[in-house]
């Protein structure tokens, strides 16, 4: 088990610029997530999925659009890229069991918007 | 909406017992109680979870209050390896996009 992989592990982009960041996992979770996380602070959720075709909005959805179009794949897209966009970013899945619920985080991708 | 309060950061010596705790003043009745642990450069990891009384597995203790308003980690002799932070969360399978990590608990061991 792979567990949750993310591609690519660190990018540079150019202010407007687009690109997509892939979340994978091989768990068969149905929960997917995607956190920014800035220097010092917490975690911040951007967008979720509880389910194969379906997407919600979180915390600090705006700049950013996300697709779940096969149950293992979460993409993370950013079509203009903005310097406040720099940040690490990490995808999450999660299952349930009753009421509790455990994520497992990928490794983390490392953005920076010049 | 249950928010977490959990001190900014703590010290402590290798060997030392660790206890940090969280208050969650408004937790639900179906909320349960989770700690993660991040280290630089990685996402975080699960710990332990909880509902009330006790939990216990081998990396940690979760102590849990009549209450629930709060709960303590603890940590059974650290490491340096220990150094992390610690993150407490509350919520239920119905919050998903209600889950927040917060800024967390920088716990620094000392030699």
């Known amino acids: 088990n792979a567990g949750v992989t993310q591609t690519p592990k660190f990018r540079v982009l150019k202010t407007g610029q687009s690109m997509t960041l892939l979340c994978a996992q091989d768990m068969n979770h149905e929960y997917m997530y995607w956190y920014r996380q800035d220097p010092g602070m917490g975690l911040r959720l951007i967008h979720y999925?509880?389910?194969?075709?379906?997407?919600a909005k979180g915390e600090v959805p705006d700049g950013y659009n996300v697709s779940r179009l096969k149950k293992q794949n979460f993409l993370l897209g950013l079509e203009s890229a903005a310097p406040s966009q720099t940040s690490v970013y990490f995808c999450?899945?999660?299952?349930?069991?009753?009421?509790?619920?455990?994520?497992?985080f990928g490794p983390g991708t490392r953005l920076l918007v010049l | 909406l249950a928010k977490t309060t959990q001190p900014i950061s703590m010290d402590s010596y290798e060997g030392q017992e660790v206890n940090i705790t969280c208050s969650h003043n408004?937790?639900?009745?179906?909320?349960?109680i989770t700690w993660y642990q991040q280290f630089p450069s990685q996402g975080p990891r699960f710990i332990i979870q909880?509902?009330?009384t006790k939990v216990t597995n081998e990396v940690a203790s979760l102590f849990i209050p009549a209450d629930r308003k709060s709960s303590t980690l603890s940590l059974p002799r650290v490491s340096l390896s220990d150094t992390a932070v610690y993150y407490c969360?509350?919520?239920?399978?119905?919050?998903?996009?209600?889950?927040?990590f917060g800024s967390g608990t920088r716990l620094s061991i000392r030699p």
């Open positions: 999450a899945s999660s299952y349930l069991r009753e009421y509790q619920e455990t994520q497992y």
């Open positions: 999925s509880v389910g194969e075709g379906t997407t």
């Open positions: 408004n937790i639900a009745t179906n909320d349960y």
């Open positions: 909880g509902y009330k």
């Open positions: 969360l509350v919520g239920d399978d119905s919050s998903a996009s209600k889950i927040i």
